[in-house]
């Protein structure tokens, strides 16, 4: 068998393009480390602007109002949790107002919860169809973050909500614009919402990873 994969290389290509794509997805998402080789691969969560606590804590607030609000409403409302830094934003639709503000109410009973912005449309829910068109939509944003060079495409969290983009991260104002002027010409985006939290320049220095020292060069023998 190893014989035969071997003399066949181009039965690689498709397992080295599916781990690339696998890795690229873990990094546009900002998963936990990817173990390759046997080393664990850390710079996402490095170059993530949010301490190692707040990730934590909105993994945790995510969990838990996802898990309150199904115990609410089931599938008759269709609700969507994020949290960046504490600030917990929610999409989707649900059946009337009533709901839209129960959903709030669950959700700010939540530890850690600092601020919500409720964006839950009154209307019916959305097909399996448009939510992945709104899938691709946002796949297309990050994969455009990471083609700029100007932008650190980890610093920013992207949910996509029929057409409408919410842009979530701890960025600096001329991040900001850039990331707005970089999704407002994707195709199928209809509106952009911003939602940063603004940093200063000085914040931002502080905030990246120190490159390593470079090491010292050896003394010269003598002749």
Do not use: W
Not at 38 to 51: C, E, I, M, P, Q
Not at 121 to 142: C, E, F, H, W, Y
Not at 187 to 202: A, M, N, T
């Amino acid at each position: 068998m190893n014989k035969a994969f071997g003399n066949h290389a181009g039965m690689r290509r498709p397992a080295q393009l599916a781990l690339a794509l696998a890795l690229a997805a873990g990094a546009l998402a900002g998963c936990a480390p990817v173990v390759l080789g046997g080393a664990a691969v850390g710079a996402l969560v490095a170059t993530d602007r949010r301490t190692s606590g707040a990730q934590l804590e909105d993994e945790g607030i995510e969990l838990r109002s996802s898990n309150r609000l199904r115990d609410a409403f089931g599938d008759r409302a269709h609700i969507n949790v994020t949290s960046y830094n504490r600030q917990v934003l929610l999409t989707g639709e649900v059946p009337n107002a009533q709901d839209k503000q129960a959903a709030e109410r669950i959700v700010s009973g939540v530890d850690n919860v600092r601020s919500i912005v409720n964006e839950l449309a009154v209307m019916p829910n959305t097909s399996l169809s448009q939510r992945a068109n709104d899938s691709l939509i946002s796949g297309k944003v990050k994969a455009s973050f990471v083609d700029a060079k100007d932008l650190y495409a980890n610093a920013f969290k992207v949910v996509t909500e029929r057409g409408t983009v919410y842009l979530m991260g701890r960025v600096t104002r001329r991040e900001a614009e850039r990331a707005t002027e970089i999704t407002r010409g994707i195709d199928g985006v209809q509106k952009v919402v911003r939602l940063f939290e603004i940093i200063s320049d000085e914040d931002l220095q502080r905030m990246l990873p120190t490159p390593p020292a470079a090491p010292a060069s050896a003394p010269a023998s003598a002749s």
